[in-house]
RNA sequence: UCCCCAGUAGCUCAAUCGGCAGAGCGAGUGGCUGUUAACCACUAAGUUCGCGGUUCAAGUCCGUGCUGGGGAGCCA
């Protein structure tokens, strides 16, 4: 897409309300129409009398900045596009170091002072955004291999110095959150969200790899008793309306969607193996490091498969997802390296090269009766494994993560095979260091008796699961999945301690601004 | 929702026992220099989170509300 034009001296340039720029020479009129491959403009068309769509001299196009530091050779003419990181002022020049949010680095440019340069320079500091034009040439100063050098200057958006709250220094991530809008034009959230993409790339390519279908299962639900957490209740009626029910957009309650299982289930037993990835919605009053009422989760689902099955999936893709950006952000992950988490590296090392610990929650609650730790919960069998009981195990006794599975049938939902013991079924958490539980998983139960039982046992109005019972009438297969929280593997990539950071716009209690 | 901690300049923080509101960074101005989170000098910048109280006197003590952080529960 053409997007500057290059003019020779005798040119003259119009640019139209659409950012169109005509070019008019000689007594013939070309025009490049901005943002199209065609070159051509209809309104402009209409506006001149002998539209052609032949371009004069050269269109030049930005290069971005990753392109540029990459170069394998001097480049003669370049456009440069970016918001000006620090400006710094010499006798006859300036620097002006550009990031354009492509890659971490900053470009270094150099511009010789002329009358119009400076009146330009005057107006620019530091979050301003430019143009330059230039040639990418070999930096002759220390500490950059390439720089350009400015021929013209073009300031596009200013940035009021006494007002643009991101300075030329570290900023708090408490600050930070407060201005989430411009928080993505620092070093350390810029390189957040590009590994975020590309997480997010990488967890489509390993299962397009392993031959999954991607699912998309609905947002809006009309089951609320999905029972995996507070729900948010969606509604077309005014609010404070005593409207009854039958009158709403669907004629009954509909909420925002806890979990994409019981949907990605139906296709598991249609497809084989499938996978979700989307939003997810918890209207739970935790406020944690580790929780936000929108994330979003991927939940895999594989037919003829059990929980061991389950456990490998997980350990390969997070195996897999980890290297993956190990491989592909390194400028970025060592940034979360030096400032943020100095054991980053050693943690991913760790998880990568080891395989995980498999541990059945029997032995679990051995192991925690055992130890001299004193926990402020008792230990008991039967009972939820606590935060401080996961992190002992996952922090201090493995060292590394660890799936514990086949929990005790009381503490996990109706879903969950019933196990040969009668007392627990085939459910598995894995636990990370630090982020504690980063996937919940289960085999599923596929015999339509049990699952009856099950679900009379847990008082589950059948009804309002006709559909989810019917795979298990017809044809009915052992399957399972898990769900992996989205932004907790970020976490885990990135090491920041607060789910917030990992989140373009975080939703938590009383907070929805932005 | 419960427990703990904090809120002072644009940002990060200091201010002794209740006794004149401070520093670094950032910003502005001037200077200097192929500079590298540049450097040097000067300048401006405050409802000490809000409300109420104690006191001759409150940033400091008490009450209350709000906001932020940490921990717990719940979970991904």
Same mark, same amino acid.
């Given at each position: @897409?053409?997007?500057?034009?290059?003019?020779? =001296?005798?040119?003259?340039?119009?640019?139209?309300?659409?950012?169109?720029?005509?070019?008019?020479?000689?007594?013939?009129?070309?025009?490049? *129409?901005?943002?199209?491959?065609?070159?051509? *403009?209809?309104?402009?068309?209409?506006?001149?009398?002998?539209?052609?769509?032949?371009?004069?001299?050269?269109?030049?196009?930005?290069?971005?900045?990753?392109?540029?530091?990459?170069?394998?050779?001097?480049?003669? %003419?370049?456009?440069?596009?970016?918001?000006?990181?620090? =400006?710094?002022?010499?006798?006859?020049?300036?620097?002006?170091?550009?990031?354009?949010?492509? *890659?971490?680095?900053?470009?270094?440019?150099?511009?010789?002072?002329?009358?119009?340069?400076?009146?330009?320079?005057?107006?620019?500091?530091?979050?301003?955004?430019?143009?330059?034009?230039?040639?990418?040439?070999?930096?002759?100063?220390?500490?950059?291999?390439?720089?350009?050098?400015?021929?013209?200057?073009? @300031?596009?958006?200013?940035?009021?110095?006494?007002?643009?709250?991101?300075?030329?220094?570290?900023?708090? &991530?408490?600050?930070?959150?407060?201005?989430?809008? #411009?928080?993505?034009?620092?070093?350390?959230?810029g390189a957040m969200f590009r590994i975020r993409s590309e997480l997010a790339q990488a967890i489509h390519k390993f299962f397009a790899e392993k031959d999954f279908f991607y699912i998309h299962t609905p947002i809006l639900t009309g089951s609320d008793c999905e029972g995996a957490g507070e729900m948010f209740r969606?509604?077309?009626?005014?609010?404070?309306?005593?409207?009854?029910?039958?009158?709403?957009?669907?004629?009954?309650?509909?909420?925002?969607?806890?979990?994409?299982?019981?949907?990605?289930?139906?296709?598991?037993?249609?497809?084989?193996?499938?996978?979700?990835?989307?939003?997810?919605?918890?209207?739970?009053?935790?406020?944690?490091?580790?929780?936000?009422?929108?994330?979003?989760?991927? %939940?895999?689902?594989?037919?003829?498969?059990?929980?061991? &099955?389950?456990?490998? #999936?997980?350990?390969? @893709?997070?195996?897999?997802?980890?290297?993956?950006?190990?491989?592909?952000?390194?400028?970025?992950? %060592?940034?979360?390296?030096?400032?943020?988490?100095?054991?980053?590296?050693p943690t991913l090392d760790t998880l990568l090269k080891n395989e995980f610990i498999r541990l059945p929650y029997t032995e679990a609650i051995e192991i925690l009766k055992k130890t001299k730790k004193k926990f402020e919960y008792p230990v008991e069998w039967g009972m939820d494994l606590q935060t401080e009981h996961e992190r002992f195990l996952c922090e201090e006794k493995f060292k590394q993560p660890l799936y514990v599975y086949d929990y005790p049938k009381t503490i996990k939902p109706f879903y969950m095979r019933l196990n040969d013991d009668d007392n627990t079924v085939a459910a598995m958490d894995c636990l990370v260091p630090r982020i504690g539980e980063i996937i919940g998983g289960s085999q599923r139960e596929e015999r339509l008796d049990v699952l009856h039982a099950r679900m009379k046992e847990m008082d589950l109005p059948e009804e309002e699961y006709w559909w989810y019972l019917d795979s298990r009438r017809f044809g009915t297969v052992p399957h399972a999945g898990f769900g992996l929280g989205f932004e907790r593997l970020l976490m885990l990539v990135t090491g920041v301690s607060n789910i917030r950071d990992a989140i373009p716009f975080p939703r938590t209690p009383n907070h929805l601004e932005f």
């Open positions: @897409m053409p997007e500057f034009l290059y003019l020779r =001296k005798e040119s003259h340039v119009a640019v139209c309300p659409l950012g169109i720029i005509a070019c008019v020479g000689a007594g013939v009129v070309y025009h490049a *129409c901005v943002g199209r491959n065609s070159g051509r *403009c209809h309104l402009f068309s209409e506006q001149l009398e002998r539209p052609k769509t032949i371009l004069r001299g050269k269109i030049m196009k930005r290069t971005k900045i990753k392109a540029l530091l990459n170069a394998e050779s001097a480049m003669p %003419e370049i456009v440069v596009k970016g918001w000006v990181r620090t =400006k710094r002022d010499s006798k006859g020049f300036s620097f002006l170091e550009l990031n354009d949010g492509s *890659c971490l680095k900053n470009i270094q440019t150099v511009i010789d002072h002329t009358p119009e340069i400076e009146a330009e320079l005057a107006k620019i500091g530091t979050g301003a955004s430019v143009a330059i034009e230039g040639e990418l040439v070999e930096s002759p100063g220390k500490g950059q291999k390439w720089e350009v050098r400015g021929k013209s200057l073009k @300031m596009l958006g200013e940035a009021d110095p006494e007002t643009f709250p991101l300075q030329k220094k570290r900023h708090s &991530d408490e600050f930070l959150r407060g201005i989430a809008h #411009l928080r993505p034009r620092t070093n350390k959230f969606v509604s077309s009626l005014e609010h404070g309306t005593k409207a009854p029910i039958e009158e709403d957009f669907f004629g009954k309650p509909a909420h925002l969607t806890v979990s994409g299982q019981l949907e990605a289930e139906m296709f598991s037993l249609a497809l084989g193996d499938v996978y979700t990835f989307g939003p997810t919605f918890r209207a739970e009053n935790s406020n944690t490091p580790r929780h936000v009422a929108e994330f979003w989760m991927i %939940e895999p689902e594989m037919a003829f498969a059990d929980l061991s &099955d389950d456990m490998d #999936l997980g350990e390969e @893709m997070i195996k897999y997802t980890v290297q993956h950006i190990l491989d592909n952000c390194a400028d970025d992950v %060592e940034l979360f390296g030096k400032w943020v988490d100095k054991t980053l590296m």
